[in-house]
């Protein structure tokens, strides 16, 4: 049971250059989250979704894309990355959007020069 | 706005007893989460409180007290591995966690 599974790791960009980042899980969770912490400051929610073919806008979803085609997969894309889009990203699922859990993918480190 | 305050380093020794407390604003409540994220991993739940009062879980238990917008967590019987950040996340009113900047607990031997 891999649980919430997030591709590439880690990743250096140039400016401008874009990017999709993936992330799979095995639970058949409803609930999936991108989120982006930076040194200091808490898990800021991108975008999230509460359903196949559903998302809505989180917190920071400014210069940021996601798609949900299918339950397990979550994609977050960032068409002309900027240095201030460095950090370290999070997915997330949960069974449903209350009082259960979120369980976390490994993150993936990406810098943007 | 939405408000977490927790401490941002927490200093502890081996054997003893920690309290991280946390302080919330939010924009209606739905319970109070608790997480542990080790340097470089991902968070992990710990505890969820819904109503007033303690809940225990092994070494770790947690608080909770609605009117005065207050949560702490309580680790006993400190272990080197307990070294971690401990992030404190209330649910709002459209159940969005709002997470804390996390407090930074170091075990010293």
């Known amino acids: 049971n891999a649980g919430v599974t997030q591709t590439p790791k880690f990743r250096v960009l140039k400016t401008g250059q874009s990017m999709t980042l993936l992330c799979a899980q095995d639970m058949n969770h409803e609930y999936m989250y991108w989120y982006r912490q930076d040194p200091g400051m808490g898990l800021r929610l991108i975008h999230y979704?509460?359903?196949?073919?559903?998302?809505a806008k989180g917190e920071v979803p400014d210069g940021y894309n996601v798609s949900r085609l299918k339950k397990q997969n979550f994609l977050l894309g960032l068409e002309s990355a900027a240095p201030s889009q460095t950090s370290v990203y999070f997915c997330?699922?949960?069974?449903?959007?209350?009082?259960?859990?979120?369980?976390f993918g490994d993150g993936t480190r990406l810098s943007i020069l | 706005g939405q408000n977490i305050d927790q401490p941002t380093e927490m200093t502890a020794t081996e054997g003893a007893i920690v309290q991280i407390n946390c302080t919330y604003q939010?924009?209606?409540?739905?319970?109070l989460f608790w997480y542990q994220q080790h340097a470089g991993e991902a968070p992990t739940f710990l505890s969820y409180n819904v109503l007033d009062g303690l809940e225990e879980k092994g070494r770790f238990s947690s608080f909770l007290s609605r009117s005065k917008g207050y949560s702490y967590l309580l680790l006993k019987e400190l272990q080197m591995k307990d070294s971690a950040s401990y992030l404190c996340?209330?649910?709002?009113?459209?159940?969005?966690?709002?997470w804390g900047a996390g407090t930074k607990l170091i075990i010293k031997p």
């Open positions: 939010t924009s209606g409540f739905n319970g």
């Open positions: 997330a699922s949960s069974y449903e959007g209350s009082h259960q859990p979120q369980h």
């Open positions: 996340a209330p649910l709002d009113s459209n159940y969005q966690l709002i």
């Open positions: 979704s509460v359903g196949e073919g559903t998302t």
